[in-house]
């Protein structure tokens, strides 16, 4: 009996109109371009406007990108995954609202979140339900509002975060391709360095949480840089060894657009020179649950069939880990 594996068969994108530049945050908060661009790498970032636009807005327009330049058809999608931090609504599920607005009825769907391992984490959910054999065609969609969660008067996340969506097919592969292997961890240590405070079951809405700005991202920056240079780089590193990889082996590096330097950190770990780590952190910043399938995206025509490729992904909770997956058609 042939083994089933969960193959990438197409990808879209949607970034909002509106680029957000290192010149303007300087009308904003106490920075300037080279102080910006030297310790993240970002240049400027995409920010969703216009009332009543969340991230299920995002969230269709990068789906029905893809089922447009795929030609597939909405009603044959068997599940829809929405990997967000950043929900339309709590308890109202996002991603049912993005399968009705797109036509996909015979789809169920859920959100999940872990934060800017989202994706990461997604790509595992969705390959699992592929190999089961139970499901054909599965719609994972990585899309963060993160402009709504975020204090433009705090100079240590408005510089960093950006909002954008991406979407990417899983659907049965025969060849040996599709996702290989992958290693996910997470330690709830994460919650005292990176989180919103309010809003939850530990401490509900008030009007005193929300002039306390509560509601908010808040980032302990150097403990989580720390965690997530030594965690992003050692599993990468694990998939090559387990694997039995070297560097010549990799075709491409995916790794969540944080901080540059995280980036350059986890590439030297792993042995792989530029040309062969995606990255897209100055045109759009962190757009946490989007930021692997906007690089599947922007890099799509570079892609061949049977290249390798090593996903890494680290995000708050703490959550992280990498996946490695052979890619599976020309574009």
Request: charged letters at 25%.
């Given at each position: 009996m042939t083994k089933i594996s969960a193959a990438i068969t197409a990808v879209g994108k949607y970034v909002p109109d509106y680029i957000l530049t290192n010149k303007e945050l300087e009308t904003l908060?106490?920075?300037?371009?080279?102080?910006?661009?030297?310790?993240?790498?970002?240049?400027?970032?995409?920010?969703l406007k216009g009332e009543g636009l969340g991230t299920s807005y995002m969230a269709i327009k990068a789906a029905e990108e893809l089922l447009q330049k795929s030609n597939t058809k909405a009603e044959d999608i068997d599940m829809i995954i929405v990997a967000t931090a950043t929900p339309d609504l709590m308890v109202a599920s996002t991603a049912a609202y993005v399968a009705s607005e797109i036509g996909a009825k015979n789809s169920f769907a859920y959100d999940l979140q872990a934060a800017c391992s989202s994706f990461l984490y997604g790509m595992s959910t969705a390959a699992s339900y592929i190999e089961s054999g139970r499901y054909k065609k599965i719609l994972l969609i990585g899309a963060d509002k993160m402009s709504s969660i975020i204090d433009y008067s705090d100079r240590a996340t408005c510089i960093i975060f950006g909002d954008g969506a991406g979407a990417a097919l899983f659907e049965p592969n025969e060849?040996?391709?599709?996702?290989?292997?992958?290693?996910?961890?997470?330690?709830?240590?994460?919650?005292?360095?990176?989180?919103?405070?309010?809003?939850?079951?530990?401490?509900?809405?008030?009007?005193?949480?929300?002039?306390?700005?509560?509601?908010?991202?808040?980032?302990?920056?150097?403990?989580?840089?720390?965690?997530?240079?030594?965690?992003?780089?050692?599993?990468?590193?694990?998939m090559l060894t387990r694997n039995q990889l070297?560097?010549?082996?990799?075709?491409?590096?995916?790794?969540?657009?944080?901080?540059?330097?995280?980036?350059?950190?986890?590439?030297?770990?792993?042995?792989?020179?530029?040309?062969?780590?995606?990255?897209?952190?100055?045109?759009?910043?962190?757009?946490?649950?989007?930021?692997?399938?906007?690089?599947?995206?922007?890099?799509?025509?570079?892609?061949?069939?049977?290249?390798?490729?090593?996903?890494?992904a680290f995000g708050g909770g703490f959550t992280w880990g990498a996946i490695y997956l052979k890619w599976a058609y020309n574009s």
């Open positions: 908060v106490e920075t300037n371009d080279d102080w910006i661009t030297s310790r993240t790498g970002i240049k400027e970032r995409r920010i060849e040996g391709l599709g996702l290989q292997d992958e290693y996910l961890r997470s330690d709830g240590i994460g919650r005292d360095f990176l989180r919103i405070e309010a809003g939850g079951s530990i401490m509900p809405p008030t009007l005193e949480t929300v002039k306390a700005k509560k509601h908010f991202v808040y980032q302990e920056g150097r403990t989580v840089f720390k965690y997530a240079v030594s965690n992003m780089a050692d599993v990468s590193e694990k070297t560097e010549n082996d990799i075709q491409w590096l995916v790794p969540h657009q944080a901080n540059k330097r995280i980036i350059e950190a986890t590439a030297n770990r792993v042995g792989v020179g530029p040309e062969k780590v995606m990255m897209n952190i100055h045109k759009y910043g962190n757009t946490t649950s989007a930021t692997l399938p906007l690089l599947l995206a922007d890099y799509e025509n570079q892609l061949k069939k049977g290249d390798n490729l090593i996903f890494a």
